[in-house]
């Protein structure tokens, strides 16, 4: 089994709909992020946490929201779903410690129309 | 800023060397990464240099530090067509946070 998994794998929305991303985790990390992923811009943080109580806007963290649901659980929310954020979304996970590998799921692929 | 960067694409022949490069700008990151990411996966750390060397070498794998200039690169030996991914750069400081370039998708050719 993926040590992180993410749900849905696809998701097709319309403008002004909420829609939430999940992750979860198996490895016992306590640190969970969120990115997303443009072509020719790499990827860009949206929001991070370093434990169940701690939640972090990163650099493009406008029109999302994070809910960190346990240590294992790390959900990602629009709002109200515009264009420009359709995108590959990625969790990614990682352990303390200072050579700061990261575990990353297999992505959502997002569209909204 | 905390800008990396890194060309889009690179091509080589199957058998030929690959050399991937990045330029950061934070003279204080601590680890710098390289990443790969295969069609339709996330991605996967491959290899990682702490910043007071200049060279790791891991199999296959060669990276090298200009530290003054800031530039990082990643030499694929012998480069196969299941090399054929997108690599990323990263840089990180005393955080956890990395900071991403923008990804050489490398194409390998028979």
Known sequence: DADVTQTPRNRITKTGKRIMLECSQTKGHDRMYWYRQDPGLGLRLIYYSFDVKDINKGEISDGYSVSRQAQAKFSLSLESAIPNQTALYFCATSDTGTVAEQYFGPGTRLTVT | ?110
């Open chain 2, 1 to 110: 800023g905390e800008d990396v960067e890194q060309s889009l694409f690179l091509s080589v022949r199957e058998g030929d060397s690959s050399v991937i490069n990045c330029t950061y700008t934070d003279s204080s990151s601590t680890y710098l990464y390289w990443y790969k990411q295969e069609p339709g996966a996330g991605l996967q750390l491959l290899t990682y240099i702490f910043s007071n060397m200049d060279m790791k070498q891991d199999q296959r794998l060669t990276v090298l530090l200009n530290k003054k200039d800031k530039h990082l690169s990643l030499r694929i030996a012998d480069t196969q067509t299941g090399d054929s991914a997108i690599y990323f750069c990263a840089e990180s400081r005393n955080t956890d946070k990395l900071i991403f370039g923008t990804g050489t998708r490398l194409q390998v050719f028979p």
